[in-house]
C-alpha cells in the first residue's frame, strides 16, 4: 500500500470507538490526538524500515577475522552458519572491566529469551574483547545457555568496525553474504553525536524492549536510573 492510498491517520483515529470507564471527554480527546500520532509514527517507522532494506550494497569485508569461540577458533565466514544475513553484537566486557556493562547485559538478558525465534531468519553472534574464558564464566554466571559468543582475541574486528581506539563500547552490526562475498549491511551510528538535547545517546528504534515499555508509563524512561547487573 502506497503513502497515497493510506486513510489520514486522524481519521483513523477518530473512527476508533475505546473507551475505559469513567474517563473524561478531556481525556479521550486527547486520547484521540496521541493515536494519531502513534499511527503516524508506526507508518514513519515502517519507512524508515524500507528505506534500510534498500541501502545498496555495502564494503566488502575482505580480511580474514577470526575469533575465539566456546569450541574453539572460528573464522568470520562461519559465524553465519547456514544464514545469508549475520548479526553481530559487540558488547562492552573489555579486560579492562572487572564486570559486564549493566546496559549490555540488560540487551542481551532480553534477547536470550528471543534468540531461538530471531534464529530462524539470522544468524546472531556476541563478540567482546575478554579472553573466551572470562567471556565463558559471565555467560554461565548469568544464566544464559542461547547466546553464541565470541572473543575478538586480535581486536581485529573491533577496531575495523566497533573503535578504530580499539575503545571498550557497544556496537550493533548486520552483515549479508551474497553470491559468495560478504559485505557490511547496516550498524548502529546514533550515539552521543547525534542525541538531541536532554537526551541520552540512543537509538531508533530501541533494541532494547525495557525503554519501549518504560515509554509507556506515566514514568517514562526518567534521567536517573539505568540497569543494574542485581537488584
Request: charged fraction near 30%; charge should be neutral.
Given at each position: 500500500?502506497?503513502?497515497?492510498?493510506?486513510?489520514?491517520?486522524?481519521?483513523?483515529?477518530?473512527?476508533?470507538?475505546?473507551?475505559?470507564?469513567?474517563?473524561?471527554?478531556?481525556?479521550?480527546?486527547?486520547?484521540?490526538?496521541?493515536?494519531?500520532?502513534?499511527?503516524?509514527?508506526?507508518?514513519?517507522?515502517?519507512?524508515?524500515?524500507?528505506?534500510?532494506?534498500?541501502?545498496?550494497?555495502?564494503?566488502?569485508?575482505?580480511?580474514?577475522?577470526?575469533?575465539?569461540?566456546?569450541?574453539?577458533?572460528?573464522?568470520?565466514?562461519?559465524?553465519?552458519?547456514?544464514?545469508?544475513?549475520?548479526?553481530?553484537?559487540?558488547?562492552?566486557?573489555?579486560?579492562?572491566?572487572?564486570?559486564?556493562?549493566?546496559?549490555?547485559?540488560?540487551?542481551?538478558?532480553?534477547?536470550?529469551?528471543?534468540?531461538?525465534?530471531?534464529?530462524?531468519?539470522?544468524?546472531f553472534v556476541f563478540v567482546a574483547r575478554s579472553p573466551i574464558e572470562r567471556l565463558i564464566a559471565a555467560k554461565k554466571a548469568r544464566g544464559?545457555?542461547?547466546?553464541?559468543?565470541?572473543?575478538?582475541?586480535?581486536?581485529?574486528?573491533?577496531?575495523?568496525?566497533?573503535?578504530?581506539?580499539?575503545?571498550?563500547?557497544p556496537a550493533y552490526n548486520v552483515f549479508t553474504r551474497r553470491d559468495g562475498t560478504i559485505r557490511h549491511f547496516w550498524s548502529v551510528e546514533?550515539?552521543?553525536?547525534?542525541?538531541?538535547?536532554?537526551?541520552?545517546?540512543?537509538?531508533?528504534?530501541?533494541?532494547?524492549?525495557?525503554?519501549?515499555?518504560?515509554?509507556?508509563?506515566?514514568e517514562g524512561r526518567g534521567k536517573d536510573w539505568y540497569p543494574s547487573l542485581s537488584y
Amino acid at each position: 500500500m502506497t503513502g497515497s492510498t493510506l486513510k489520514p491517520a486522524a481519521e483513523l483515529a477518530h473512527a476508533g470507538r475505546v473507551h475505559y470507564p469513567n474517563e473524561s471527554a478531556e481525556y479521550r480527546r486527547a486520547r484521540e490526538a496521541l493515536l494519531s500520532e502513534e499511527i503516524e509514527l508506526r507508518r514513519h517507522i515502517e519507512r524508515v524500515a524500507a528505506q534500510r532494506r534498500e541501502l545498496p550494497p555495502g564494503g566488502a569485508v575482505t580480511k580474514g577475522y577470526v575469533f575465539d569461540g566456546e569450541g574453539g577458533k572460528v573464522a568470520f565466514a562461519d559465524l553465519f552458519g547456514d544464514k545469508q544475513t549475520l548479526v553481530v553484537y559487540s558488547y562492552m566486557f573489555g579486560s579492562q572491566r572487572e564486570r559486564p556493562c549493566p546496559m549490555c547485559t540488560s540487551f542481551m538478558g532480553t534477547w536470550e529469551a528471543k534468540l531461538p525465534d530471531v534464529e530462524r531468519r539470522v544468524a546472531f553472534v556476541f563478540v567482546a574483547r575478554s579472553p573466551i574464558e572470562r567471556l565463558i564464566a559471565a555467560k554461565k554466571a548469568r544464566g544464559w545457555t542461547r547466546h553464541k559468543i565470541y572473543s575478538d582475541f586480535s581486536g581485529d574486528y573491533t577496531r575495523d568496525y566497533v573503535s578504530r581506539e580499539d575503545a571498550d563500547v557497544p556496537a550493533y552490526n548486520v552483515f549479508t553474504r551474497r553470491d559468495g562475498t560478504i559485505r557490511h549491511f547496516w550498524s548502529v551510528e546514533m550515539g552521543p553525536g547525534t542525541a538531541d538535547p536532554g537526551q541520552d545517546p540512543r537509538g531508533a528504534p530501541d533494541l532494547d524492549p525495557l525503554w519501549t515499555i518504560l515509554d509507556t508509563t506515566p514514568e517514562g524512561r526518567g534521567k536517573d536510573w539505568y540497569p543494574s547487573l542485581s537488584y
